[in-house]
């Protein structure tokens, strides 16, 4: 069977600027990876590639065995690709319902209907039960411009993921998150998007958080994938560790206990 | 929509009809050009509400109004049935053509392209000998199912006409944005990236806007021709389309109402003003325009929710 999501040489520039280069990965079904980097390593870059948002400059990108080149971020979203952004990409002044309700229409009913009522009894509730899900319910009757980053955040994953995607990419879905809320979020997340059983890649600085989530670990380093593999193994790898992590991680250390270890204890 | 509120409606229309064709020949006369350009600005208020402003609905309020015309001087068809379908159909297969470019754009540029194409019509048309040149030609008189009214009957039934088409095209139109499709308007104006990761496509939404509006600029023009009893190319011209969104700006995008009920203080204002003011009606509309602007911003209508008290709409 073909990967998920296969990229063969993967290349694209700005100018003069290599944004990512010769980046050959393979992501199957299920898997979590947790994606890490400096900044302007091409974490973005790479995300954005893949999800129609840019073109490379080279290479090949393969969903499901499929290329997506050329593709608009529509068609690679309706080839069950999904994504979060950096910045949570919404309608701002629209409420979180409203919000939800939209998403709902455009990925699961996919019907561009005339003359039904968008907030039918029906639809609201179930989109309610999405807001549950993500713990944002009780902002749905909020606009989205007056709510904190972590609403949006979640909100922005929310909608991502109604149309069920295959393969979902979190760019940063912890960053404009105070520290003690990251482990919410992304319990929350998670949680959701096992149930779900996407393959996720997701982009994250904080260390402690990719040791509790992620199973495996993408190194980006000025372009080009660093390392690759099992997320012990990558972290302990003392290159990651001096370009990527920028000190040492005694990973013995309580603090990063993965899930598995804390489950075990 | 209740059982209630549709009654409502139903004695809504009934008065406003019944109010029309009371009041004296000139006002009523006024009062069916308002309800026609109210359904023009209605179509605009739908791109507005996407955030697209067309500075080009003239384009279709005169190619509307110019195949009613046609049609009774040239084809002998005086059917006002007829003559709505021939008007609305055409127009939407020109607006079907010319939105394939123009729904590409955006902002100055989708206000422009639109402007430029009303222009477009606005030349041809001065150059036509046969269509009358600057100075248009005569419509004569609708018919309805073989009925034809004398030249006052011909009024009313176009005032009749026009009241229905308010206030069936009001409703549906009100149906349309509180679906998926209206609130698709809304979604584009604040974020089309989402909405393309949605699965959603970002010209198809615009596209279908544009053509909706399109055909009502077209209605708008067939009545403003069979009232007025003639058509020239001014209705094409670009200060014809400025006063549209003139119009819009005054109402509103808030509510399906709001366009109609500016359009026809609109009218008043303008016959007011240009009454007491012949030499600077002009500037008394700008006068109110500039009120508007700066304290009203969402338009007349903003008054009515402000009056409502209108809480964030609570959902179902
Ligand atoms: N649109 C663009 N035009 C020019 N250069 C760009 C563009 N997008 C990204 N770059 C450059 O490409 C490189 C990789 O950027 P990218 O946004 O992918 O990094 P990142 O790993 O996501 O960083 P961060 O952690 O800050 O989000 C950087 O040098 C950046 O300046
Ligand atoms: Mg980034």
């Not at chain 1, 499901?64 to 593709?71: A, C, F, L, N, T």
């Not at chain 1, 660093?226 to 370009?243: C, F, Y």
């Not at chain 2, 069936?168 to 139109?173: S, V």
């Amino acid at each position: 069977m073909s990967a998920l999501l296969k990229t063969v040489n993967l290349e694209r520039t700005f100018g003069a600027v290599i944004a990512a280069t010769d980046i050959n990965i393979e992501i199957n079904s299920g898997e979590i990876v947790g994606v890490i980097g400096s900044n302007g390593a091409g974490k973005t870059t790479f995300i954005n590639m893949v999800t129609g948002y840019i073109q490379p400059s080279d290479g090949d990108i393969l969903v499901r065995g499929k290329s997506i080149i050329g593709k608009s971020p529509r068609e690679v979203s309706l080839a069950g690709v999904g994504r979060s952004f950096q910045i949570a990409q919404l309608f701002q002044e629209l409420t979180v319902l409203d919000n939800i309700l939209i998403a709902h229409g455009f990925s699961v009913d996919r019907k561009l209907n005339f003359l039904k009522p968008l907030r039918s009894a029906d639809k609201v509730g179930k989109v309610r039960s999405v807001l549950r899900e993500y713990e944002i319910e009780e902002y749905a009757n909020e606009v989205v411009s007056t709510l904190p980053q972590g609403v949006r955040k979640l909100l922005d994953i929310a909608m991502a993921m109604l149309s069920k995607p295959g393969l979902m990419l979190l760019d940063e879905p912890t960053s404009g998150v105070a520290v003690e809320d990251k482990f919410l979020l992304m319990d929350t997340v998670m949680a959701a998007i096992r149930k779900s059983n996407a393959a996720t890649l997701f982009v994250e600085h904080d260390m402690e958080v990719v040791l509790r989530y992620a199973d495996r670990v993408l190194a980006f380093y000025d372009g080009r994938v660093l390392a690759d593999g099992p997320t012990q193994k990558v972290l302990s790898d003392p290159k990651v560790q001096e370009l990527v992590v920028g000190h040492h991680l005694d990973l013995s250390d309580v603090k990063y206990a993965t899930k598995k270890d804390s489950d075990h204890a | 929509m209740s059982k209630r509120s549709l009654a409502l409606l139903l004695i809504l229309g009934v008065a406003t009809l019944v109010g029309g064709l009371l009041l004296p020949n000139w006002m009523s006369y006024l009062f069916t050009i308002a309800m026609g350009k109210g359904l023009v600005v209605l179509g605009l208020v739908l791109l507005m509400r996407a955030g697209l402003v067309s500075f080009g609905q003239g384009l279709y309020y005169c190619l509307g109004a110019y195949v009613a015309g046609m049609l009774t001087q040239f084809a002998e068809v005086t059917d006002v049935l007829l003559i709505l379908l021939a008007s609305v159909s055409f127009s939407v297969v020109i607006a079907a053509i010319i939105g394939l470019l123009l729904c590409r754009y955006r902002e100055i540029f989708f206000a422009m392209f639109s402007m430029a194409f009303s222009m477009i019509l606005y030349g041809l048309l001065v150059r036509n000998q046969v269509l009358g040149s600057t100075d248009g030609f005569n419509v004569a008189n609708p018919s309805l199912l073989g009925w034809a009214p004398g030249p006052e009957g011909a009024s009313n039934l176009v005032l009749a006409v026009a009241v229905l088409l308010v206030f069936t095209l009001g409703i549906l139109a009100w149906r349309y944005l509180k679906s998926l499709s209206g609130y698709a308007g809304e979604a584009v104006r604040e974020n089309e990236i989402r909405l393309e990761y949605l699965g959603g496509s970002v010209f198809k939404i615009i596209y279908v806007k544009y053509i909706i509006a399109a055909g009502l600029a077209a209605i708008g023009g067939t009545v403003t021709a069979l009232v007025s009893g003639h058509v020239d190319p001014e209705m094409a011209y670009w200060t014809t389309s400025g006063e549209f969104v003139f119009i819009a700006l005054m109402g509103g995008t808030g509510h399906v109402a709001a366009p109609i009920i500016a359009a026809v203080l609109f009218e008043s204002l303008r016959t007011y003003a240009s009454a007491v003011a012949p030499y600077t009606w002009q500037m008394i509309l700008g006068f109110a325009l500039l009120a508007i602007i700066l304290f009203l911003p969402s338009g007349l209508w903003s008054l009515v929710e402000r009056f409502q008290n209108k809480k964030p709409r609570k959902a179902p």
